[in-house]
């Protein structure tokens, strides 16, 4: 692992700064295994962002030096159960994703569907996930004019990452297909609220057509 920055935040926060996204997913990854074992300090709350972990609730002095001297392992891709979402490839951003990766505009489900996808992190809206997996070299840009409004279960690609609109709202992204049903996305009423949440393996899944 590269250079870790640990920074206060706070009188009883730390922000660990990494060099990638992986290496930010991998330290999270290594937070809780340590916390399930017992070997954490007390944090009250752990939050992955692109490319930094926020421990807030530190009530050890001392942990900004220990974690600086750890030796994290490689994020393990096979951790957990994998959650299966359908999905409806008819996005109206398919062709431009088909040109930005140089392929034909059927594949682009066929290589999508094939990804295994981790929740890096999740922001934006509440149950969205920063959902990380496909190779770099199919890392697209944003739209260059945001859309107004992308409605609920929009599927859409953004520089290296995939999401789901759990709820319509402007967007950048690059719509290529719709989830039928995406109110499972983020459900108040269930604990916990959001079915994607950090370190969650994700599969999406063709479906047909469904009105």
Known sequence: MGGVRVLAAGPRALLVELDS?????????ELLRRRAAGELPAVREIVPGARTVLLDGVEDPLLARRLRSWT???LSPRAGEAVEIPVVYDGPDLGDV????GVAVDEVPRIHARTEFRVAFCGFAPGFGYLTGLP?????????????????????????????????????WQLIGRMPGPETLWDPLREPAALLGPGTRVRFVAAGPRG
């Open 136 to 172: 770099g070299h199919l890392s697209v840009p944003r739209r260059a004019t945001p859309r107004t409004r992308v409605p609920a279960g929009a599927l859409a690609l953004a520089g290296p990452y995939t999401g789901v609109y759990p709820r319509a709202s402007p967007g950048g």
């Open 72 to 74: 994290v392992p490689p």
């Open 21 to 29: 996204g992986e290496e930010a997913e991998a330290f999270h990854a």
């Open 98 to 101: 088909a040109q930005a990766w």
